[in-house]
């Protein structure tokens, strides 16, 4: 077991970012047996979930004549445009099935507000909105974070970057996430969270 002051954060382990799912990453099912071991590990265990309603600014479809994956200038900068996914309610916003959600502490929800984004698990894309994880790690004694999930370029780096921003001891277990790597955003997102100070490991050693 971890000691006390460590939590473990999966990030939308999700159907859609699953094969088959609106929103795929590839292989993002193969994680889903490393994080339910690591979930046994931790004292302090947090889940994240997308969480969209079908009139999300993000989606492509919400913008006509927009195509998925370009980008859009919102008031609070550019914002990648993804086809429709976990919208709230429907399977693609469920957890993977053999996720083992019965070992979570915490399930927080993100990107519930149509007009904003959420890759990050403390702040909206606006970067200055927070969701609340950062009190509750605080009120809990976390100081160390492990984080893991889908995507390692998008929802897992981001949420990362404001870990170690925020002062808390922030490691990325690699090969407990899988990336989308769309325009080069995996070589920029490693780049980005070893900057931060995040430290890149792999669960198998
Ligand atoms: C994510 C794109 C859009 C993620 C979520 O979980 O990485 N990526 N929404
Ligand atoms: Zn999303």
Known sequence: MRDADEALVAIDLQNDFCPGGALAVPAGDDIVTPVNALLAAFPVRVLTQDWHPATHTSFAANHPGAAPYGTVDMPYGPQV???????????????????????ADLILRKGFRSGIDSYSAFFENDRT??????GYLRSRGVTRLTLVGLALDFCVGWSAIDAARLGFSVTVLEDACRAIDLNGSLAAARVAMAEAGVRLERADG
């Open 81 to 103: 445009l993804w086809p429709s996914h976990c919208v709230q309610g429907t399977m693609g916003a469920d957890f993977h099935p053999a996720l083992n959600t019965d070992r």
């Open 129 to 134: 909105t927070p969701t609340g994880l950062e």
